[in-house]
């Protein structure tokens, strides 16, 4: 059963970085499609950035050139990396799996990223 869990959310002021963690079991992270959603207070969740099987990686507009997705092999992890943070950037980010039919079928618990104006 493929499980995963974010961790590195936090408290940070414009401008500042973070780095999210997924640990992910159960697969071997190189061989899955992955990615970010987050979802702000009141709003709908949102995908942020995507890495596929051949890492070929997508994000949305707002986040290009400040985050980027990778993963590390030798940890079987995904991260977001996350810099020049806004307080747009403020909400809980989930680690996702996306599967063979395009659907994001795996979903983390979150972890919740707050930046400070």
């Known amino acids: 059963q493929l499980q995963l869990r974010e961790s590195g959310g936090g408290l940070v002021q414009t401008g500042e970085s973070l780095r999210l963690s997924c640990a992910v079991s159960?697969?071997?992270?190189?061989?899955?499609?992955m990615g970010w959603f987050r979802q702000a207070p009141g709003k709908e969740r949102e995908f942020v950035a995507g890495?596929?099987?051949?890492?070929?990686?997508s994000y949305m507009d707002s986040v290009l050139d400040r985050f980027t997705i990778l993963r590390d092999v030798s940890k079987n992890a995904l991260y977001l990396r996350m810099n020049t943070l806004k307080p747009e950037d403020t909400a809980v980010y989930y680690c996702?799996?996306?599967?063979?039919?395009?659907?994001?079928?795996?979903w983390g618990q979150g972890t919740q990223v707050t930046v400070s104006a």
């Open positions: 890495i596929s099987p051949r890492e070929s990686t």
């Open positions: 159960g697969r071997t992270v190189t061989i899955l499609a």
């Open positions: 996702v799996r996306r599967n063979a039919y395009y659907q994001f079928d795996y």
